[in-house]
């Protein structure tokens, strides 16, 4: 079974730039968060995905948006990239539930360096 | 609002001792606690999670919590450390209906041989 997968593992950006990051959810989840993990911090929640659309939303600027498509699987995309933008970027999986938070499973993450 | 308060961004034991991270949260209703474990250039990894019920819980690789509403706190403890439990340790809460965790700044443990 599976796990949460993310890619790329690494990547290098420059200022103004835009980037694309991918996630595949566990096997039999429908849900998929993502977090921001800055150097020596704990991940900030950024946005939630279900149903093809965005739950929830963290304090973050629009500059962040994502999309999940029919599979489930999830895209980040950051725009016009920052150098405070670089850190791990976390993907989680899980279960919706009406009432609840199903536990969330997390990707390896994807480290993105912004010169 | 929520929040979780990490107390010792740094902890250090001698293998075979006691292992005890700190963890208090804040939460206006009942909350879901979580303990993960981050190993270099890894994701997260759950270790344990208390959502009703019993107030201590057991977790992966030895380790337990225990909620204490009065104290509000959800510690950490293992009994005997071992080299491989070196990693970065984060306290997380949420909340019924909520969709998303709240993270502390996370623990540093170092075992010494």
């Known amino acids: 079974d599976a796990g949460v997968t993310q890619s790329p593992t690494h990547l290098i950006k420059t200022r103004g730039q835009q980037v694309t990051l991918r996630c595949s959810p566990k096997?039999?989840?429908?849900?998929v968060s993502w977090y921001q993990q800055a150097l020596g911090q704990g991940p900030q929640f950024i946005f939630q995905?279900?149903?093809?659309?965005?739950?929830q939303r963290g304090n973050f600027p629009d500059r962040f948006s994502g999309h999940q498509f029919p599979n489930y699987s999830s895209e980040l995309n950051v725009n016009a990239l920052l150098l405070g933008d670089s850190a791990l970027y976390l993907c989680?999986?899980?279960?919706?539930?009406?009432?609840?938070?199903?536990?969330?499973?997390f990707g390896p993450g994807t480290r993105l360096t912004v010169l | 609002a929520q929040s979780v308060t990490q107390l010792g961004s740094h902890v250090s034991v001698s293998e075979g001792a006691l292992v005890l991270l700190r963890c208090n949260y804040s939460?206006?209703?009942?909350?879901?606690l979580f303990w993960y474990v981050q190993y270099p250039n890894q994701g997260l990894q759950l270790l344990l999670k208390?959502?009703?019920?019993?107030?201590l819980v057991k977790g992966i690789n030895g380790f337990e919590a225990e909620f204490k509403k009065s104290e509000t706190s959800f510690h950490l403890t293992k009994p005997s450390a071992h080299m491989s439990d070196a990693a970065e340790y984060f306290c997380?809460?949420?909340?019924?209906?909520?969709?998303?965790?709240?993270f502390g700044t996370g623990t540093r443990l170092t075992v010494i041989p």
């Open positions: 997380a809460v949420t909340r019924t209906g909520a969709n998303n965790l709240f």
């Open positions: 939460s206006s209703v009942p909350p879901y």
């Open positions: 208390y959502t009703t019920g019993a107030t």
């Open positions: 995905y279900y149903e093809e659309e965005e739950r």
């Open positions: 096997s039999g989840h429908d849900t």
């Open positions: 989680a999986s899980s279960l919706v539930r009406l009432a609840g938070m199903d536990t969330q499973y």
